[in-house]
């Protein structure tokens, strides 16, 4: 097939506005493909990237709704809990309400046992456990708003209000982590500093974390978790981390069934106009097929030169709109930072989209393909 090359390049090129608008379409379909998978990251925080061993335990009614204190002791107290820790929303913003951040105040020495895929240097790790007005900020926050270590920042709460009735804490950058499951956006403190102050919520969090001895257990441990607190006035729900980081996208609707539909009628299209292109091509070749036939070429060499053909012109948008949308996604991680921490196009799209090429590239040659090779030297010859 490859010495054949030059060959399936040079009938591409016969019509080249028809090959270009054809080359177009499927550039247009795969880079809406690479887009839309970016978008499914950002909205569903990427599911696959988060910790296989944890669970994390809620309010029943709401995530909003807080959890007493003494919960944390009780569930660090189960069987198969190895760590747990917890977490309380503030609200940060830094200094226009533009430039939002996801803040946490957490309970400092559990949280880098349960969140073992964080890193830290070990000096600013000492720093930030020893200074309860210190925080830690994720490596892209850092960047962003050039931040470095010993600055004190402002950070802003539009959840809660301190005695003095301000809505700022101070915080002193201890360190600049960098995670594995792509969460460098946000920001964590002391959950000691946001108690001392705040007028309504102290000793209460949002969310428990639990790291378990055994994932495989994640189920058992989950329901031993809610049974714990079952009929108390602040009931609970367990679920593991990639299932809550699901659900959480999914209070906007099924994406990932959407991007299906949406991703389905756009191949779709574009399969009608590749599959037009090639029969039309095909067509127009008839008396070459013949000549082709009359020399010696096999019928499974003539349609496999169809099926190359579409393949060629296939690959070849493929390619062009997929490194669009990578570029397009950079651009849109840099712009859209404080809204989705962890966006960029997964490297399993180009798995996938090496996939459609052989699909939609063999569906679009399949007719003309067969036309080919049952065409008879004799009907081909003969207008000649």
Known sequence: MFKHLPLLWANLGRKKLRTGLTLASIVVAFLLFGLMQTLRVALTGSPEMAGVDRLI????????????????????????????????WFGGIYQEDKN????????????????????LPPDQKKAFE????????GSAVAERFKWKIGDTVPI????????????VWPMKIAGIY???????????????????????GKNTFHMIIERLEDRNRSAEIARNIDALFANSSTETKTATESAFIQGFANQM?????????????VFFTMLLVTANTMGQSIRERLNEIGVMKTLGYSNFIVSSLVIGEALL????????????????????????????????????????????????????????????????????????
């Open 100 to 119: 939002q951040l996801a803040a946490l105040a957490v309970d400092v020495p559990s949280f880098f046992l349960v969140y073992n895929d964080y890193t």
């Open 130 to 137: 020893q200074d309860r007005t210190a925080m830690i900020v």
């Open 313 to 384: 012109v296939t690959t070849l948008g493929a390619a062009i709109g997929l490194g669009l949308a990578a570029l397009t996604s950079l651009g849109m991680a840099k712009g859209l930072a404080q809204f989705f921490p962890v966006l960029g196009m997964p490297a399993t799209t180009y798995a996938v989209g090496a996939v459609l090429v052989v699909v939609l590239g063999g569906l679009a040659a399949a007719q003309p393909s067969m036309q080919a090779a049952r065409l008879k030297i004799v009907d081909a010859l003969r207008k000649v």
């Open 57 to 88: 335990t809620i309010h029943k009614v709401a995530i909003i709704n807080p959890i007493p204190l003494a919960y944390l002791s009780r569930v660090r107290a189960l069987p198969g809990v190895k760590y747990a820790t917890s977490q309380a």
């Open 253 to 265: 609707g099924n994406i990932g069934a959407l991007i299906t539909g949406v991703a389905a009628a």
């Open 178 to 200: 960098t995670a594995t499951t792509g969460d460098n956006q946000s920001i964590y403190f002391h959950q000691e500093y946001l108690d001392e102050s705040r007028t309504i």
């Open 156 to 167: 802003r709460s539009n959840i809660w209000t301190k005695k003095d009735g301000s809505n």
